[in-house]
T-cell receptor
């Protein structure tokens, strides 16, 4: 089974802190994604990556950056956390083929105080 | 613009009955794919079923089937013989080609409650 592991289930940080969310997948997937999930809005794509050291902006990249130094690891960085970044963050990975589903981690519920 | 619409914020169903969750989409691309995911209260997103735009037959996976009506641009999820464990949020998503890459866009979700 595909395993996507996010480093924390719950995280509380303060405004202005630099926050790192880590994601690791164990199935050698080329693609990795970061989403945020807010009630009534579904999932919105923040950043994605199709290869090591490669990144592309999603629909809501402002205030975030990412890093993919190794194929299995994709990190989301909040450069200076703000209260409007309080949300559920979901990491996903998939194979390159377009009919393959994305496999998700358990999510990180991040609160910025 | 490409988008996914789930018009039912919440649905109720009696255990052992069938339920249909609605999903409509809008795209001008001839090639696309539709996915359904389940999200229990624990938070993980579970892949349920996939339908490609060129697939001739409706997809089925166990108790899940996808009622794909291409002309109406709808891809409704049908869950047969509902179980208490089916209570969850359900998301419809569409694979679209944008900016040179394939991405998923998600609907707002439908919360399903199965009653004993």
């Amino acid at each position: 089974d595909v395993k996507v592991t996010q480093s924390s289930r719950y995280l509380v940080k303060r405004t202005g802190e630099k926050v790192f969310l880590e994601c690791v997948q164990d199935m050698d997937h080329e693609n990795m994604f970061w989403y945020r999930q807010d009630p009534g809005l579904g999932l919105r794509l923040i950043y994605f990556s199709y290869d090591v050291k490669m990144k592309e902006k999603g629909d809501i990249p402002e205030g975030y950056s990412v890093s993919r130094e190794k194929k299995e690891r994709f990190s989301l960085i909040l450069e200076s956390a703000s209260t409007n970044q309080t949300s559920m963050y979901l990491c996903a990975s998939s194979l390159l083929q377009t009919n393959q589903p994305q496999h998700f981690g358990d999510g990180t519920r991040l609160s910025i105080l | 613009a490409q988008k996914i619409t789930q018009t039912q914020p919440g649905m109720f169903v009696q255990e052992k009955e069938a339920v249909t969750l609605d999903c409509t989409y809008d795209t001008s691309d001839p090639s696309y794919g539709l996915f359904w995911y389940k999200q229990p209260s624990s938070g993980e997103m579970i892949f349920l079923i996939y339908q490609g735009s060129y697939d001739q037959q409706n997809a089925t996976e166990g108790r899940y089937s996808l009622n794909f009506q291409k002309a109406r641009k709808s891809a409704n999820l049908v869950i047969s013989a509902s179980q208490l464990g089916d209570s969850a949020m359900y998301f419809c998503a569409m694979r679209m080609f944008s900016g040179g890459y394939n991405k998923l866009i998600f609907g707002a979700g439908t919360r399903l409650a199965v009653h004993p």
